[in-house]
């Protein structure tokens, strides 16, 4: 036995030490040089947490098949650290498990470690908690921030270590990026922002990632050894700030997020397909799409006002199916650039202008005979041109693409595949619905605490729920002339945002909300008082913390001074000076009621309330038979939250309608996030998804929690499904 272990050992060892050593991942102005092959890298960005594990073998299967060669993710530092030293990698934040179904699909990977990552993304990415270090300043020359941010991203990369992830090591990662869009704040703040630019770079250029390159993005002066990149609908004219790093393109975007109160953006596969040619066209050797699979904000992961579908208009749609066309119209761009790989990697290019906004590129390798050329037309008309004694059409707005400087294989406008009919098809179940009804707490609950003054949102509910109430007593003399002349005082509230509503005496008087483009808001109205002590509770809520902006850690949110009444004998009464009393969240937080728990007595049947505010709703169903996504039809509701078996689905907010212009939209011209918008007049978002692993096949436990009086009844489980034409 002694004899077979020792040999089984040698056996290995040989092979180990036999085994080729895997080259460092390098670079030239060219490309990236992988194993010694130089390539031009088609990347997609599909984020871990905004799909479920069940979901990443299809959706990167998908990828691939897409013609993806890179997948590109953040890492999402308060899922991972949602508590200070308490450490998060599982579920939907298992990192290891994502990356190594990349590598077994055939995918390398783009780390982006940050661990800012903007993302639309709950505060950034940064754990709230981080705001309230002693001392901290986030993203500048800020000793407790730095401390910080070197901590998490050393146990990352540690991590990618001891599981042999990078490329060099056998693994998928085949490039990092610490930081994000740091540019235009390094810009803002000065001198500090350049030391932090300063420190961050030899600081993750110090770490050991075996050999693997850095990325920063929208960073122009970035300092070696980083390779700067472009973000933005197009970047064929970005020149990066060295001129021996590939020309990257980190962040295409697909079209746009969608917030609550703001139509949907669209980006046709005309113009996205035409932004990659051009990129292409003038060198370019990475591109990555963001997003390629925009998925869902589960929960309360989604950034200030930002909805739960975080869709983007990308190739794969919230649920991981096929875009169309755009998905198989890039598909086959992918292919044709593959095709045109060799001649691009081996030369430059020869720029001929063959009128005013039309142009031919011809790459023409000195050896091994390669040739590509492509033909473009920036018109938004359609035009003729004379190269190499022949004549071509091209089409508005497009790119041709000769892959052998002889036959056309593509054109970006030219689009062949079919588009299917997205329906919402409602499933046979149906929801038997039990109430229960919450009341605004009053002044010395048990579950309160009172103090004198008002007090910032986000510093006593430390993010933990959207809801903080403010509660106060109001004593009204039996003498005021308002109540003799049967009239109403005014109530005056400012907020920081986002959303507020105004209870008296238990009653719901009136609510205010903001925008993604100004979260504040203001309740001003006449509310009925009686003689005696009145109670006035103010729910405050937060629609997700901001994702964006200088020092954004100094933000304020939720109801601030002056909260006045006036219409009284004396004027104007200041309440901001009195006590108040808070409660973080809502009273069926605390007994588990998003579980289902029966720890209260459900109403059911004929005594079920509903179109009432601060009201729970709870059913239980069977999961349908099939594997088609599944969704929530929330249209019939107001604004809340959602959970099945315990796991959060969303914020809903169906009542929030998009404002805005929409209309008929051509992929000709420049594309912005406000050109080729939808849905005006309807829901921001009105369908939510139901992932099918969270499912049982039957007792699943439905919980709607609905601040402004929704109607349940309304509610409907729906498959989301695609039709051809015949």
Same mark, same amino acid.
């Given at each position: ?5 020792? /040999? ?18 390098? *670079?030239? $102005? ?18 871990? #947490? ?48 994502? %990356?190594? %179904? ?14 800012? @990552?903007? &993302? ?17 300043? /986030? ?12 901590? /998490? ?5 540690? @991590?990618?270590?001891?599981?042999? +992830? ?90 746009? /997020? ?145 892959? $052998? ?33 919450? *009341? ?5 609950? =048990? ?19 959207? *809801?903080?109430?403010?509660?106060? $007593? ?41 925008? +993604?483009?100004?979260?504040? +808001? ?64 809502? =009273? ?7 579980? &289902? ?32 996504? %599944?969704?929530? $039809? ?32 051509? *992929? ?26 969270? %499912? ?15 109607? #349940? ?14």
């Amino acid at each position: 036995m002694n004899f077979v272990v020792v /040999f089984v050992a040698a056996v290995v060892l040989f092979s180990l030490a036999s085994a080729p050593a895997r080259a460092a991942v390098t *670079y030239d $102005d060219k490309g990236f040089i992988i194993n010694g092959h130089k390539k031009i890298l088609i990347s997609g960005s599909i984020h871990y #947490p905004r799909s479920t594990p069940g979901m990443w073998p299809d959706i990167l299967k998908r990828a691939k098949e897409g013609g993806l060669d890179v997948i590109q993710t953040y890492v999402f530092w308060n899922g991972h650290e949602p508590f200070p030293g308490k450490f998060n990698f599982e579920g939907r934040y298992d990192l290891v498990k994502f %990356l190594k %179904l990349a590598h077994q699909a055939g995918l390398y990977v783009h780390l982006r470690i940050g661990p800012y @990552i903007c &993302g639309e993304w709950n505060y950034g990415g940064f754990p709230v908690w981080l705001r309230y270090v002693p001392g901290m300043e /986030f993203r500048t020359d800020n000793k407790p921030f730095k401390v910080a941010m070197q901590r /998490f991203v050393e146990k990352i990369v540690n @991590i990618m270590n001891l599981e042999k +992830l990078f490329e060099p090591q056998g693994g998928p990662i085949i490039m990092n990026q610490i930081e994000n869009e740091y540019g235009p704040v390094q810009w803002d703040i000065g001198a500090p922002g350049k030391a932090y630019a300063k420190w961050f770079t030899q600081m993750a250029a110090g770490l050991n990632t075996a050999h693997v390159p850095w990325i920063v993005c929208k960073q122009e002066d970035a300092p070696p050894p980083m390779i700067d990149a472009c973000n933005g609908f197009y970047c064929e004219n970005f020149k990066p700030h060295h001129p021996h790093t590939p020309k990257m393109f980190t962040e295409l975007w697909t079209a746009w /997020f969608t917030a609550y109160g703001t139509p949907v953006p669209r980006r046709s596969a005309e113009d996205t397909a035409f932004s990659v040619a051009r990129f292409i066209q003038y060198g370019g050797s990475y591109f990555n799409y963001y997003m390629y699979h925009g998925g869902t904000n589960f929960g309360r992961t989604g950034a200030l006002f930002l909805t739960t579908s975080y869709e983007y208009d990308g190739l794969l749609d919230e649920y991981g199916l096929p875009n169309e066309p755009k998905y198989w119209h890039l598909a086959e761009l992918h292919k044709v650039i593959k095709q045109a790989e060799p001649a691009i990697i081996s030369s430059y290019p020869t720029v001929t202008w063959l009128g005013k906004s039309q142009q031919a590129h011809v790459y023409s390798a000195k050896t091994g005979g390669h040739c590509a050329l492509f033909l473009s037309n920036t018109d938004q008309f359609p035009a003729k041109v004379t190269f190499w004694n022949k004549q071509y059409e091209l089409p508005a707005w497009s790119v041709s693409i000769f892959p $052998d400087c002889k036959t056309e294989a593509f054109n970006t406008a030219r689009v062949k595949a079919t588009t299917p009919l997205l329906r919402m098809v409602p499933t046979n179940t149906w929801f038997t619905w039990q109430s229960y009804v919450e *009341y605004p707490p009053s002044v010395g609950d =048990k579950d309160t605490h009172a103090t004198d003054g008002i007090w910032e949102q986000v510093i006593m509910t430390r993010d933990a729920s959207d *809801y903080l109430w403010y509660t106060t $007593d109001v004593f009204i003399a039996s003498n005021e002339k308002f109540l003799k002349d049967g009239k109403e005082t005014v109530l005056y509230v400012p907020s920081g945002g986002h959303e507020l509503c105004v209870f008296v005496n238990g009653q719901l008087v009136g609510t205010a909300y903001g925008t +993604l483009a100004d979260p504040r +808001l203001t309740f001003s109205k006449g509310v009925k008082l009686k003689a005696g002590v009145n109670k006035i509770s103010l729910l405050s809520a937060t629609v997700g913390l901001p994702n964006v902006g200088t020092h954004y850690e100094q933000w304020n949110y939720g109801i601030h001074a002056p909260v006045t009444l006036s219409g009284l004998n004396e004027g104007t009464r200041d309440l901001s000076k009195q006590k108040w009393s808070y409660r973080v969240g809502m =009273k069926g937080d605390y007994l588990h009621l998003n579980t &289902g728990s029966n720890s209260v007595a459900w109403a059911g049947g004929s005594h079920l309330t509903y179109k009432y505010p601060l009201t729970w709703y709870k059913s239980t169903f069977n999961a349908p038979d099939g594997n088609e996504p %599944l969704t929530l $039809d929330l249209g019939s509701m107001g604004k809340g939250l959602v959970w099945i078996n315990g796991e959060a689905v969303a914020r809903h907010w169906p009542a929030n309608t998009a404002r805005g212009k929409c209309g008929k939209c051509t *992929y000709t011209g420049f594309y912005s996030e406000t050109k080729c918008l939808t849905q005006c007049g309807q829901p921001s978002q009105r369908w939510y998804h139901v992932p099918r692993s969270w %499912l049982k096949p039957s007792g699943n436990v439905l919980v709607v929690f609905e601040e402004w009086g929704g109607d #349940p009844k309304g509610i409907k489980l729906n498959r989301r499904t695609k039709q051809y034409a015949n």
